[in-house]
């Protein structure tokens, strides 16, 4: 047996022999006035300390590993508590501190998403009026065009009416001015320069 046990065993049982021995001394003194002074019995208490020392040490002898190894297991379960309620309570400590930076910086965070927010709807309401002005200038140039081509055709439908009326007009002024036989000639002169121009 080591001296620390041996140690802590002592002190266990010294308080409880002194105790058990002042008890005695005690016991005996009081049967010794009761019995007309016939002195103390030395011898009893002598024995009856023995048997007291047998008993601690018996017990002592069978209780110690037991009893070592109870209080060594209760010892490491209260300090395994210990450790995990100091873990705990540190654990919680961190969440909390966390939480509060977080809400500190909550109201940070919701200013940072309004004005966010308020850019990317400028933006996107930038882009629409790009596209819409887009939108326009390419339906003006549509309108443009076809404008042109309108007046285009318009243009080329008053040019043929126009030669179609003049072609009439002439016809019908060599009608009137030519005679049967200004136009006997002049037949003959283009068949003559066909021929001509055939050969």
């Given amino acids: 047996m080591s001296f620390p046990r041996m140690r802590?065993?002592?002190?266990?049982?010294?308080?409880?022999?002194?105790?058990?021995?002042?008890?005695?001394?005690?016991a005996a003194e009081e049967g010794g006035a009761h019995h007309g002074g016939a002195g103390i019995p030395w011898g009893e208490i002598l024995k009856q300390a023995v048997n007291f020392v047998l008993l601690a040490g018996v017990l002592v002898y069978f209780l110690r590993?037991?009893?070592s190894s109870?209080?060594?297991?209760?010892?490491?379960?209260?300090?395994?508590?210990?450790?995990?309620?100091?873990?705990?309570?540190?654990?919680?400590?961190?969440?909390?501190?966390?939480?509060?930076?977080?809400?500190?910086?909550?109201?940070?965070e919701i200013a940072q998403m309004n004005a966010r927010m308020d850019a990317e709807a400028k933006a996107e309401v930038e882009q629409i009026r790009k596209g819409f002005a887009a939108e326009i200038v390419?339906?003006?140039?549509?309108?443009?065009?076809?404008?042109?081509?309108?007046?285009?055709?318009?243009?080329?439908?008053?040019?043929r009416e126009a030669s179609e009326l003049s072609a009439r007009a002439a016809e019908e002024l060599?009608?009137?001015?030519?005679?049967?036989?200004?136009?006997?000639?002049?037949?003959?002169?283009?068949?003559?320069k066909m021929e001509g121009i055939v050969r």
């Fill in 65 to 67: 590993k037991p009893l």
């Fill in 138 to 159: 390419g339906i003006r140039a549509q309108a443009e065009f076809a404008g042109q081509q309108e007046v285009k055709k318009a243009r080329e439908e008053l040019r």
């Fill in 70 to 108: 109870f209080l060594k297991e209760r010892s490491e379960l209260l300090r395994k508590s210990i450790d995990d309620a100091a873990r705990g309570r540190a654990e919680a400590a961190d969440k909390l501190s966390a939480v509060e930076a977080r809400m500190a910086k909550l109201s940070e």
């Fill in 174 to 192: 060599v009608r009137r001015t030519l005679t049967p036989e200004d136009q006997e000639r002049l037949v003959r002169e283009n068949l003559e």
């Fill in 8 to 26: 802590s065993i002592g002190r266990l049982v010294l308080p409880a022999a002194v105790s058990f021995f002042a008890a005695v001394a005690f």
